[in-house]
Structure formats: structure tokens, C-alpha cells
């Protein structure tokens, strides 16, 4: 149990186009969803966090114009990378729980690469 | 803010066991994770812990918690080559929301 799916799992394409992951909870209902970014050879760096119908937060220093995030259903979550530029290059990995006291559950990330 | 620390790096031969330690800052942390990333991969959650509780083992996993000293470890015996990894601890806190905050992770190699 608690599979999440990220889809695609990798990405290229070139500067200034936007690109939406997909985050789903395939056999549980994620009342909270993150997004991480994960530099080579480094650890997480969480970049917002999404509860069901609200607002996602974001952590400091991450754009909200710049990455968009929508979490509209409880098994399912975006993030779109608007007007992407070879800085956003990175692996892109969300992470999903039921409960709050539960432990995230992770999708196999998104490798994004801007030409 | 609260922080988790993890050694780097740890090397082990085919056979031997393995023990990846982390300190956390939290004395009110409630949950205590250890995830697997291979290369590529998202993160797997491989076990937890309440801090109630001071070993759990499930299969060649065992987990120890010395709450005093705010000290996890993970040893996997018998280590092959396939648990060549980064190993994330991470630690939850109810009086912190439930955020969970991760260690930077420790890359493991086996050598054969």
C-alpha cells in the first residue's frame, strides 16, 4: 500500500517553455502533498507543501510565480515550472501522507532538464 | 530550527554489517524515519520508529533509539551489494505540526 506515481520521470526540453509533474496517490486519499528538489549528490530541499483545496506554502526563497503548485483532488497534486530555464534543471520528487502522523510516502521524482 | 545530522559517507564489505547513525535536535520528536534512495529514485520508506520505543528490527534492519542522547542508528546486516544507497534519516514532531525534517543522508557502498 501507499504507492504514489509521478509522472513523467524525465524531461527535457528547451528554455522559457513550462512543464507540469503529476503527483498521485494511487491507493490512499493525501490529505498533504510536498515538493522537493534534489540537487546532484545533495539532500532535499523542500520546496512547498500542499493541503487539499487550499493554497500551497512555500518554503523561503522558492518563487510561487515561478513554480505552481495545485493541489485540487486528495490523490492528486501539480507542479508546473513556469518558463523554465537551465537553472531549473534538477530532480523534482513529491511525497504524500493521509494522516499527519503518518510517514511520506514518495514518488520516483522527475529528472528536468532545460536546453 | 530543529536539524538532523548524518554522516556522509560509509563504506562496508559484502557480508558485513552496516551502521548509519543520526543525532536529532528535537527532544519532542514523536517519529523517526529511515528511507533508501537509489540513484534516480524517489525515496522508499524502509522503517520508523516511535520514540517510545527503544530497538525495532525487521529482517536484517534494526533500528535503535537512545532518546537520552537523541541518537538513531539503522545497521543492516549481512549487507549486499544491492543496499548500495543514500540512507535518509528523518525525524516528526506532533508539537512541530508533524513537519518532517530529513538529514542530508548517508551515501552507502558495498564493495564485493
Known amino acids: 500500500g501507499a504507492v504514489v506515481s509521478q509522472h513523467p520521470s524525465r524531461v527535457i526540453c528547451k528554455s522559457g517553455t513550462s512543464v507540469k509533474i503529476e503527483c498521485r496517490s494511487l491507493?490512499?486519499?493525501?490529505?498533504?502533498m510536498f515538493w522537493y528538489r534534489q540537487f546532484p549528490k545533495q539532500s532535499l530541499m523542500l520546496m512547498a507543501t500542499s493541503n487539499e483545496g487550499s493554497k500551497a506554502t512555500y518554503e523561503q526563497g522558492v518563487e510561487k510565480d515561478k513554480f505552481l503548485i495545485n493541489h485540487a483532488s486528495l490523490t492528486l497534486s501539480t507542479l508546473t515550472v513556469t518558463s523554465a530555464h537551465p537553472e531549473d534543471s534538477s530532480f523534482y520528487i513529491c511525497s504524500a501522507k493521509d494522516r499527519a502522523d503518518q510517514p511520506q510516502h514518495f514518488g520516483d521524482g522527475t529528472r528536468l532538464s532545460i536546453l | 530550527g530543529e536539524d538532523v545530522e548524518q554522516s556522509l559517507f560509509l563504506s562496508v564489505r559484502e557480508g558485513d554489517s552496516s551502521v548509519i547513525n543520526c543525532t536529532y535536535t528535537?527532544?519532542?520528536?514523536?517519529?523517526l524515519y529511515w528511507y533508501k534512495q537509489e540513484p534516480g529514485a524517489g525515496l522508499q520508506l524502509l522503517t520508523y520508529?516511535?520514540?517510545?520505543?527503544d530497538m525495532k528490527q525487521d529482517q536484517r534492519l534494526t533500528v535503535l533509539l537512545n532518546k537520552k542522547d537523541k541518537h538513531l542508528s539503522l545497521r543492516i546486516a549481512d549487507t549486499q551489494t544491492g543496499d548500495s544507497a543514500i540512507y535518509f534519516c528523518a525525524e516528526c514532531s506532533n508539537t512541530g505540526g508533524f513537519k518532517t525534517i530529513f538529514g542530508a543522508g548517508t551515501r552507502l557502498f558495498v564493495k564485493a
Open positions: 520508529i516511535f520514540s517510545n520505543m
Open positions: 528535537d527532544s519532542s520528536s514523536t517519529y
Open positions: 491507493d490512499f486519499q493525501a490529505t498533504t
